[in-house]
């Protein structure tokens, strides 16, 4: 593998727009519109659709919308109990500020681009610690005060369904059929079917500067991954949130539906955003020693211990709802322990790239259902605690980690990773009470949320027998 060098992050992706180019495309009349979007605590990209001669003439310094947005949930609800914003002290507004670094075209809209934003406070313009993007640019300033920078990639995995989304809520969400009828892991006859979606979405994300490595068939029936190039964990996350939103957009032009959801039925395999992480000094893998036998740096022990010794802390961030600890079950390539091993899939970290200077740890826990920027942000305040503490890395795990009696259980319910999560000193000086906090609160929130529905299960095992 060649050595991959930072330039490739620093210079704009063909597909990117500077200001000045959104500008000249406004008045040449190729772009009409422009999405102002930030990303929720969801990792869904929220926002307004601005005329574009607006945007480039006013609203590019900055825009607004209502606090509650960054303290709601799937369903827009307003809970109680955040510090943040309530309905007592009056729900007002925040700062949109548009990062104009991250202009660019969507070209599955016709003449739409689009921009995101920082979430400011509306009277001090102090970057909202809570916003995702403020949680995970403070852990990359920790690292680049430490001389080094993350490189991150996280895959996409989700499912595509034969009927469209209205269709599917029409049903009740009973009219589930996968696009397709067997498991589709690396197929190429299958994927040739559902290139219908596929490569347009490949094309499209590409000319939108989001650097697309390739799309494969996975282990279920309708199940696909999508491989976006390693970038600086920023980059990682917007491409990431962008790309996510363009599955669901595209699919939806086809006629059909995508799903992210972890776990959508109980007898099949659940989908994962397993994430790639490695740490450099400009051009230089700092994770790669060639003495060592499996060509891993000493700092890239420490990373991988902190990693594993608080992956229970930060488990909230991998699974943030209900349904997802329904994809952690055995045998089915979904992590349950906290270990890691050499290229061995059924450990929590899998050692990738080793003895080249690719070298990298893929955490696998996460679900298809994380929001990247606090996933990342997590995992690096604990890589930076096992660097600071030298924390030792025991030796691997070999053979099937799931019938590992010894190794770690992650937590195994959203209600036990709330208290992980909120009990984490470690969390807690890297991000700060307040993010903790609040993030808390979210996690609680599901689970309330979830422990007030009777569900179908229950009725049907209770109603006549119990
Ligand atoms: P596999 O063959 O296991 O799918 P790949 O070589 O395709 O592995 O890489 C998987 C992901 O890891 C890709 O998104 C790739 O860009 C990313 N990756 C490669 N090298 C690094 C690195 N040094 N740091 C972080 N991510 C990396």
Not at 12 to 41: H, N, R
């Amino acid at each position: 593998m060649p050595p991959p060098t930072l330039l490739q992050t620093e210079i704009p992706m063909a597909g990117t727009l500077s200001f000045e180019q959104l500008k000249s495309q406004v008045t040449e009349g190729g772009v009409d519109t422009v999405l102002v979007c930030f990303v929720d605590m969801q990792g869904r990209l929220m926002g307004k659709r601005f005329h574009a001669a607006n945007f480039v003439e006013h609203s590019h310094a900055e825009t607004h919308c209502c606090n509650y947005l960054l303290a709601t949930d799937l369903e827009m609800a307003t809970p109680d109990g955040y510090a943040s914003t309530s309905w007592r002290a009056g729900y007002g507004d925040y700062v949109m500020r548009p990062d104009l670094s991250t202009i660019r075209p969507i070209p599955w809209l016709e003449g739409t681009a689009m921009v995101l934003c920082d979430i400011l406070d509306h009277h001090t313009h102090a970057p909202v610690p809570h916003d995702p993007r403020a949680v995970l640019k403070r852990q990359v300033a920790r690292l680049a005060e430490m001389g080094f920078d993350a490189m991150m990639a996280t895959e996409l995995e989700f499912f595509l369904f034969e009927k469209s989304y209205d269709e599917i809520r029409k049903s009740g969400f009973r009219d589930l059929a996968p696009i397709s009828g067997y498991n589709e892991d690396y197929h190429i006859l299958q994927t040739t079917k559902e290139e219908g979606i596929m490569r347009p979405l490949r094309n499209h994300l590409y000319a939108a500067g989001i650097p697309v490595e390739n799309t494969k068939g996975e282990a279920e029936t309708g199940q696909e991954e999508l491989n976006i190039r390693y970038a600086a964990a920023l980059d990682c996350a917007d491409h990431h949130t962008i790309a996510k939103h363009a599955v669901k957009e595209v699919a939806w032009q086809q006629g059909h539906a995508a799903s992210f959801l972890p776990k959508w039925a109980a007898d099949k395999v659940g989908s994962s955003s397993h994430v790639h992480q490695s740490l450099w000094q400009g051009a230089a893998p700092a994770f790669y020693d060639a003495a060592d036998a499996l060509g891993m740096s000493q700092l890239m022990k420490h990373y991988m211990a902190g990693l594993i010794a608080y992956a229970p802390d930060y488990t909230f961030f991998l699974a943030p709802y209900v349904n997802s600890y329904k994809r952690f079950a055995k045998g089915t390539f979904a992590p349950t322990k906290t270990v890691w091993s050499v290229d061995n899939r059924t450990a929590g970290f899998r050692l990738c790239g080793y003895g080249t200077k690719g070298v990298r740890v893929e955490c696998r826990i996460g679900g298809s259902d994380l929001n990247p920027y606090l996933a990342q942000a997590a995992m690096l305040a604990a890589g930076i605690k096992g660097i600071e503490d030298k924390l030792e890395l025991a030796p691997p795990t070999k053979g099937d980690v799931y019938e590992d009696a010894k190794a770690a259980d992650i937590p195994q319910t959203l209600r036990a990773a709330t208290e992980t999560l909120r009990g984490s000193s470690m969390l807690r000086a890297a991000m700060g009470d307040d993010v903790i906090d609040h993030y808390t609160r979210c996690a609680e929130w599901e689970q309330e949320e979830f422990d007030r529905v009777v569900t179908d299960w229950e009725i049907a095992r209770g109603f006549e027998r119990a």
